[in-house]
């Protein structure tokens, strides 16, 4: 490509009164015509916050993409974008995921971009990001901002949200005392950067790196090592050259790296919330990937990385046993590692340094991907559940229904419902819609008097999520939701349920002549919104299993470019 090929040449080469504008406005920026014109612009979205400790070290990351950009000869510009945190944003993140995807593909295509670097790594801003990168097909290369350290407490490693869930368990039975929770509040989050376990977040900067989208093993480096600083200073250079060379996202992203990011996901035990975002990342990219995709590939593909919360280690130690590469290489011939990506060499792989962490095949931590499909007449779109970190002895079970209507009913009525060992806790209103956003309710907590009888799981059923983090034999992402009409609506206290995790099934006890008489009594609920993107949301958000995308962008490309003159 040519500096007159390039997409920013509209705003600042042409002899026109508006480039005229454009180039004086960047003199007032402090720039000089030899500083910018003819050189690729590279914008930097960078989901940096005060509130969102994930990322607090993305500030310094970006000025280290942006030396790599002025290396390679392209002209940074840093954009800040919503910071979708996931720490502190109620009622949810994922409420706001579909934001950020907007504000991205629209961010991309409104300003004068060649390229862009994606900067973000806590769970909802990676899918945003690329959602919205590959509606705008900008040329584009994601940074992860890279897992914290581990946590320490008394000489425990602590895993951020598998040992919060653990200890709060253990505090509420009395076996820890309001010193030691204290102690643990201090020692859980030690530094910059997401989750140390093998949730939500760094499911999904992996499935940003198997997908092509990454520099070989960014999704692995610590957030505070100086080797994440190099990464950052080589992302931005190559920026530079996927402006010149015009890799867009439409180039990368076929059916072929979908199933390699599914099967990476099984492999790594990974995030049921990544069923989610890979449905929603696959359609806008006109990839019809389906829940039985999923079922298919966990059949077929074993977890071999023994990291919390379904396995011992943390990300460091995954790191250190080679990363994201060294677990490819372990199911090389279940991927299509000859795809083009942004590094334009393949996907690397590379022979683990720990078997203990990075299992082999004849060795897994479970034989079957860690993640299963629960269909019935309690699902008809399907359910989630991550088996391999639940109780083995729950995973074919019947028990009676304990019902809440709502997480705050929940919290109200927990330690005084009749609850036994066998029940089994059905939450309701906690959907895309009923929720709203579909919030990590999901691990729902296990009566106190259960708690100090030494139970530790029991079957949970809801139509939310749950974090990455959580572990439990808890069915999710039931579809449709109770808010909409989905059988989730019509339980009632005593009813039998039935989970079967063998022969996927997940149903209600009731004669169906019953279910019909309570199905005519249902009576949908008012909208929790009703203005601004909260009424936005409550109109268009489609189902759990359809991704939760909007239906007005998921499998559509973006809008034409902007006129500039």
């Not at 454009?22 to 014109?37: D, N």
């Not at 460091?316 to 490819?328: I, N, S």
């Amino acid at each position: 490509m040519t500096p007159e090929e390039l997409r920013s040449h509209r705003w600042y080469g042409t002899d026109s009164l508006r480039s005229f504008s454009h180039r004086a406005r960047t003199r007032q920026l402090g720039l000089s015509a030899e500083e910018h014109l003819g050189k690729p612009v590279i914008g930097i979205l960078n989901t940096w916050s005060e509130l969102n400790p994930c990322h607090m070290h993305l500030r310094d990351r970006a000025e280290d993409v942006k030396r790599g950009v002025w290396q390679a000869g392209g002209y940074p510009v840093e954009l800040p974008v919503m910071a979708v945190g996931e720490t502190f944003q109620k009622p949810t993140a994922m409420l706001y995921r579909n934001l950020l995807a907007m504000e991205t593909e629209e961010v991309l295509r409104s300003y004068p971009l060649d390229a862009a670097v994606l900067m973000g790594g806590c769970d909802k801003t990676t899918p945003a990001l690329i959602m919205g990168a590959i509606s705008a097909d900008l040329p584009v290369i994601f940074v992860p901002c890279g897992p914290m350290v581990p946590g320490d407490w008394q000489g425990r490693r602590l895993g951020s949200g598998s040992d919060m869930w653990k200890y709060w368990a253990d505090k509420r039975a009395g076996l820890i005392t309001d010193e030691q929770w204290a102690e643990i509040e201090e020692g859980i989050a030690r530094s910059p950067g997401h989750c140390m376990t093998m949730g939500t977040a760094s499911t999904m900067t992996s499935v940003a790196e198997v997908l092509g989208l990454t520099l070989p093993g960014a999704a692995s480096i610590p957030a505070v090592l100086s080797a994440h600083t190099r990464m950052a200073a080589a992302s931005g250079r190559l920026a530079v050259k996927l402006a010149w060379d015009d890799v867009r996202p439409s180039t990368l992203l076929d059916e072929r790296a979908y199933r390699d990011a599914l099967t990476t996901v099984l492999a790594l035990g990974g995030s049921t919330n990544s069923v989610i975002h890979l449905i929603a990342m696959a359609r806008r990219s006109g990839v019809d990937l389906t829940l039985d995709d999923f079922d298919a590939a966990a059949r077929e593909v074993p977890v071999l990385a023994d990291v919390r919360p379904s396995g011992a280690f943390l990300m460091e130690d995954f790191y250190r046993a080679g990363g994201l590469p060294a677990l490819l290489h372990r199911v090389a011939d279940l991927l299509h590692l000859d795809r083009p990506t942004v590094n334009g060499q393949g996907i690397a792989t590379r022979e683990p340094y720990d078997e203990k962490v990075i299992r082999r095949r004849d060795d897994p931590l479970s034989p079957e991907g860690g993640l299963a499909v629960l269909r019935g007449n309690l699902a008809p779109g399907g359910a989630v559940i991550k088996h391999i970190a639940a109780d083995p002895r729950l995973l074919k079970h019947t028990g009676p229904a304990v019902v809440f209507e709502s997480h705050r009913d929940l919290l109200r009525r927990i330690n005084e419902v009749p609850a036994t060992p066998d029940s089994v806790l059905v939450l309701r209103g906690s959907g895309p819609r009923g929720g709203p956003g579909m919030p990590e309710h999901g691990m729902l907590p296990i009566p106190d008097h259960l708690l100090k009888q030494g139970v530790r799981d029991m079957v949970r059923i809801s139509d939310a999520r749950m974090s990455g983090t959580s572990y439990g034999a808890c069915v999710l992402h039931v579809a449709p939701e109770s808010h909409v009409g989905g059988p989730l609506a019509l339980v009632r206290d005593g009813d039998l349920i039935t989970l079967d995790v063998e022969a996927r099934r997940l149903t209600l006890e009731v004669p169906e002549e019953e279910l019909a008489r309570r199905r005519a009594e249902w009576t949908p609920p008012e909208p929790y919104y009703s203005r601004g993107y909260g009424a936005i949301y409550d109109r268009h958000i489609l189902q759990a299993d359809e991704g939760c995308d909007f239906d007005f962008l998921a499998g559509t490309k973006g809008a034409p470019e902007p006129e500039v003159d």
